[in-house]
């Protein structure tokens, strides 16, 4: 199996699992130092903000209206680990399915979206498990007040 497909189904496997586990027990953790570099080295900081992190500026545009790691506005590691591995599958939907009142509008969930899709794309084939997980750990730390 090529590393593309076995990314793909140790993801399938683990986002099946994650369904399954509301608390996410089975999502092994991640090192939040690790998933602060693998968060620059695969250029993240050039859409995306993150709560409490002196990060280079990003430069999207039009530019994304939410900061990452929000304490105020938390996410659960599954929905931190499926947001990464499949943006598009809670976000870019043709009806807004899921907009944060006062923090995202009408306006800002069109500025996400390329068409019917996330603007973030896939990573899947440029994203190793381990950095996947310490992606969500780095998050999930920035929200629950740092390293």
Known sequence: ????????FVAAIL?????????????PEGNP????????DLGCHA???????????PVAQPPL???LG???????????????IAPS?????????YTEPGIVGEREYRDVRLGDESRMGSFNDHL???????????LDSAQNGGR
């Open 1 to 8: 199996m090529d590393s593309k497909a076995t990314l793909l």
């Open 15 to 27: 986002t099946g699992a994650l369904a399954a586990c509301s608390a996410s027990p089975f999502l």
């Open 33 to 40: 130092e690790a998933g602060r570099q693998a968060f620059l």
């Open 47 to 57: 859409c995306h903000r993150v709560h409490g992190e002196d990060l280079p500026e």
């Open 65 to 67: 209206p939410f900061q």
């Open 70 to 84: 929000s304490p105020a506005n938390p996410k659960t590691r599954r929905y931190l680990a499926e947001s990464i």
């Open 89 to 97: 599958h809670d976000f870019a939907r043709k009806a807004p399915v």
């Open 128 to 138: 190793t498990v381990q950095q996947w997980l310490d992606l969500v750990a780095f």
